[in-house]
């Protein structure tokens, strides 16, 4: 197949993000210890602990490795340490340079999951008459962050995405695959609140859960016959540094034994995020403990020891609060996602229900007990469509319809009406009903009073036609009054931490005091300051897409020792 620019709908999403269970996850690798002596030594990041007066576990290095172990030694320009999405981009751009590149991966292949890459310029968005405002783009996730990411950053992705992701559609399609655009994410293109902006910048390469897996199988490819070295089950455990400069990884094989990979260039660690460490979580990005579990397919994964290994060696952890990528998906009640009244444990209103999915997941993270529930009446059939572009867009990506693809109780080419979800989630309890408020209420578990009057004031804004107490758009504003009435359970789960090492506008990480590291480099969601605060919902796929450029930019650089996008 050739460039499909026919859009796909955004509930394509569904299916492959529901198979994540089974994909191989982000890859995070084993933490290192620093070696000692005057040639060949790394530093101890140490200090404080508010952990109960112990030290946390990037406080504490290991116990140096003794040379006299190691079984083989691989001399080589650019060392990467992680298999993922960011790391094997790097490993085929580096490779291309001709330099001697290798890559690590403890687990026995490359790492995939997900659906969406984000990018600006494409060919395909050109042929399809995509057109977005990259300043305006850059302008709003920088302000997302509370102006806490590095725009240098975010505007390498913007300015150098197009012609990488060219280069991966022009190998796709070569091969005989298809690489489409998105549908859904250009309803609120044009939204005056940045906030609920959301750009077309979402790019499938094949088809479902593959695309992830297309993607870097075609990379892996072009680095090693480019003459790159690709090592599986492969496990980093220590930096080696020559002064001040990382020369070296010591790696664990798979016969447990040794071996040390020197890195004359540099070594760039994407090990994927931390958000299986729960004593990273918890120091670093707390309000991710809340959610209802992970999507991560495997515990060995994402448990942030390439942070370990680099905190070891004298780095340091972004300054700006971390992002999380907290989704209502897998699970929560019929339409819980869509911009329907919400209420507390209290049975009181407390928010503008219109907002974009990271908000929607902060509802859920930040109330009592976890407790939010949208309210709808029994005209939901007619309503849902009639809401606005967002809520529409929330309501079929996310929510309980990912349940139901997963479990093979939908077809996303001929998605449920909304009764048919609605039904689904009154099976699973997911969603209550009863024929009076009163008796919705002893169902959810609120105080009946409250609840009667929150819709009542509620049906007030409603016929005003104007939301006096929040400011919801008025197509968002339907009427709680004819029964039976239904109630359906908030749920969020973390999808990755896009937060880690504190990095410059090179990419090159810094240390305690803010100097780079020599030879360090990070990249991929072990990267930090690309996002804060939250996940932004504006550039959709932007987590695949900054990888895949990024990743790119970052190994041409290293190996060439020419400056990022240079």
Not at 41 to 49: F, K, M
Not at 66 to 74: F, G, K, L
Request: glycine fraction near 12%.
């Amino acid at each position: 197949m050739g460039i499909e620019n026919a859009s796909l709908e955004r509930r394509s999403f569904l299916k492959g993000i529901a198979a994540l269970g089974a994909a191989a996850g982000a890859t995070a690798l084993a933490g290192c210890s620093p070696q000692p002596g005057s040639s060949s030594e790394s530093l101890s990041q140490t200090g404080s602990s508010d952990n109960g007066g112990a030290a946390h576990s990037w406080e504490m290095a290991p116990e140096p490795i003794d040379e006299a172990n190691i079984v083989e030694t691989i001399d080589a320009d650019v060392v990467i340490v992680g298999a993922g999405m960011a790391g094997m981009a790097a490993f085929m751009h580096a490779a291309e340079q001709g330099v001697r590149t290798v890559i690590i991966e403890k687990r026995d292949s490359f790492s995939a999951r997900g659906l969406d890459f984000a990018a600006v310029g494409t060919k395909v968005q050109k042929e399809a008459g995509v057109e977005i405002d990259k300043g305006q783009l850059v302008n709003d996730l920088v302000k997302a962050s509370g102006y806490k990411a590095d725009g240098s950053l975010i505007k390498l992705w913007a300015d150098h995405s197009g012609e990488v992701f060219d280069r991966l559609i022009d190998m796709i399609v070569a091969d005989g695959g298809a690489v489409a655009l998105g549908a859904g994410s250009s309803a609120s293109a044009n939204a005056e609140d940045f906030t609920t902006r959301t750009y077309p910048t979402d790019h499938t390469f094949g088809t479902g859960m593959t695309g992830p897996g297309d993607v870097i199988g075609h990379m892996e490819k072009v680095g090693l016959e480019a003459g790159g070295q690709v090592m599986y089950n492969t496990k980093a455990e220590q930096l080696q540094k020559d002064g001040d400069r990382v020369s070296a990884v010591f790696a664990t094989n798979a016969d447990g034994n040794t071996v040390k990979i020197t890195a004359s260039k540099g070594v760039i660690l994407a090990t994927g995020d931390y958000g299986n460490n729960a004593e990273m979580v918890e120091a670093w990005c707390p309000l991710a403990a809340g959610a209802e579990g992970n999507v991560y397919p495997a515990p060995e994964a994402n448990t942030g020891d390439g942070i370990n290994m680099a905190l070891w060696a004298g780095g340091a952890i972004q300054p700006g609060a971390h992002a999380a990528m907290i989704h209502p998906i897998f699970g929560g009640g019929a339409m819980s996602t869509a911009s329907y009244l919400k209420v507390n444990e209290s049975g009181v209103r407390f928010c503008n229900e219109n907002t974009t999915l990271p908000g929607i997941s902060n509802m859920y993270l930040t109330s009592k007990d976890h407790k939010v529930w949208s309210i709808f009446d029994d005209d939901f059939e007619t309503q849902m469509p009639a809401m606005s572009a967002l809520s529409n867009y929330n309501n079929n990506t996310a929510g309980p319809l990912t349940a139901m693809f997963g479990t093979g109780d939908a077809d996303p080419a001929n998605p449920p009406t909304p009764t048919e979800v609605v039904s689904y989630c009154l099976e699973n309890g997911s969603t209550v009903k009863a024929d009076s408020l009163s008796e919705l209420a002893a169902a959810m578990g609120v105080p009946a009073d409250a609840l009667e009057a929150t819709v009542a004031r509620y049906n007030e804004l409603v016929n005003a036609g104007v939301d006096e107490d929040f400011g919801k758009n008025a197509d968002d504003l339907k009427p709680i009054v004819k029964a039976p009435f239904y109630a359906s359970a908030l749920t969020a789960k973390v999808l990755v931490i896009a937060s880690g090492l504190n990095v410059n506008s090179q990419m090159q990480v810094l240390s305690t005091e803010d100097e780079p590291l020599e030879g360090l480099y990070a990249v991929g969601n072990v990267m930090g300051n690309f996002f804060a605060n939250d996940y932004p919902i504006c550039a959709p796929g932007l987590s695949h897409g900054r990888c895949l450029t990024l990743g790119a930019l970052l190994g041409r650089a290293v190996a060439t020792g020419q400056p990022l996008g240079a």
